[in-house]
């Protein structure tokens, strides 16, 4: 709590003590009051009994009529003061009341900001001393002819038509923050078809990805330090080739089907020691070497020196 809200409640909580003194005052100054009109009235009325009973006495009229009549006319000052004093004292409460709730709703204001504050100082700590783990750079791997970068498995059990392709990568990383991550990688190979939109589907395709693999597997995962040398994933993602996947050109070899490879890349990380998990995303789009174009012959495999990688910037987040 900072040092303007600390005082702003000191001088609210004296405002509020030297009201209650005063109004405490005030209710007494008026109780005297009333107690001496009260002490007047009945002097004066003892005074008009004694004047009514002479003359009633004078007249033979009778004194309990005359009595009467005088105590009714007496009590009409009284109820008037009363009901002024009530009234009075309606206002007060009600300006208590209104003064009171001033007060909650300037605390509860003070309260939310100073819990804002907190929460907003927690959030800048967090994130200067959190790690931070960026994505330097991604290339193919897999000079083979029996495996090469790019490769087509077919098997007997599949329904015709259908292979697999493989994608070996090589993704390289570094903790840029100032804590010690624990850092698990996951990549996905997807074969998106040409048709309007491609650039919407593969980037909606990454969202769907990377928001269904936000764990750090222990088994999996490596410790990198904030001074470590950037680090290596080695792995490969595969895809099932079929009619969904693959695109026909009436002008580029006729009945020849292509595949336009995409990468997805998602590194989570944590913290050592705490639950919470980060992430950092990026899109890779493959070019063939040769004609410099994203179409790949279905079943036919190409090693790594062929082809070539395009990050998509609007693929890029970190959190």
């Known amino acids: 709590m900072d040092y303007v809200t600390r005082q702003f409640i000191n001088l609210t909580k004296k405002f509020r003590k030297e009201f209650r003194k005063a109004l405490n005052d005030f209710q007494k100054a008026l109780h005297k009051q009333t107690e001496a009109t009260q002490e007047a009235a009945k002097s004066q009325q003892e005074q008009t009994d004694a004047y009514k009973l002479f003359l009633a006495k004078l007249d033979n009229r009778p004194t309990g009529e005359s009595y009467t009549k005088t105590d009714k006319e007496s009590r009409k000052p009284m109820e008037w003061i009363k009901l002024a004093v009530e009234i009075a004292m309606l206002f007060v409460v009600a300006a208590y009341a209104a003064v009171t709730s001033f007060q909650l709703?300037?605390?509860?204001?003070?309260?939310?900001a100073a819990a804002r504050s907190a929460d907003t100082a927690q959030q800048q700590l967090e994130a200067s001393e959190r790690p931070w783990i960026k994505i330097l750079?991604?290339?193919?791997?897999?000079e083979s002819q029996i495996v090469p970068a790019l490769s087509f498995q077919r098997s007997s059990s599949w329904p015709k038509g259908t292979q697999?392709?493989?994608?070996q990568v090589d993704i390289?990383?570094?903790?840029i923050g100032r804590s010690v991550a624990r850092v698990t990688a996951d990549f996905e190979l997807f074969l998106p078809l040409w048709k309007d939109g491609y650039s919407n589907v593969i980037l909606a395709d990454e969202k769907?990805?990377?928001?269904?693999?936000?764990m750090v597997d222990p088994a999996q995962s490596v410790v990198i330090f904030p001074d470590d040398a950037p680090a290596h994933w080695y792995g490969a993602g595969a895809a099932i080739v079929n009619s969904d996947t693959t695109t026909y050109f009436s002008d580029i070899k006729p009945g020849i089907g292509f595949v336009l490879p995409v990468m997805v890349i998602c590194i989570n990380y944590q913290l050592?020691?705490?639950p919470k998990v980060y992430q950092t995303r990026a899109l890779y789009e493959v070019f063939r070497k040769?004609?410099?174009?994203?179409f790949f012959e279905?079943?036919?495999?190409?090693p790594a020196h062929k082809i070539f990688l395009i990050r998509n910037p609007y693929g890029d987040a970190a959190y």
């Open 272 to 274: 050592v020691g705490s």
């Open 164 to 167: 697999q392709a493989t994608f």
């Open 290 to 294: 040769d004609n410099r174009t994203r």
């Open 298 to 302: 279905a079943g036919i495999g190409v």
């Open 137 to 142: 750079n991604v290339k193919t791997r897999g």
């Open 172 to 175: 390289t990383y570094k903790n």
């Open 105 to 112: 709703v300037e605390m509860k204001i003070a309260s939310d």
């Open 208 to 214: 769907k990805f990377c928001d269904s693999v936000t």
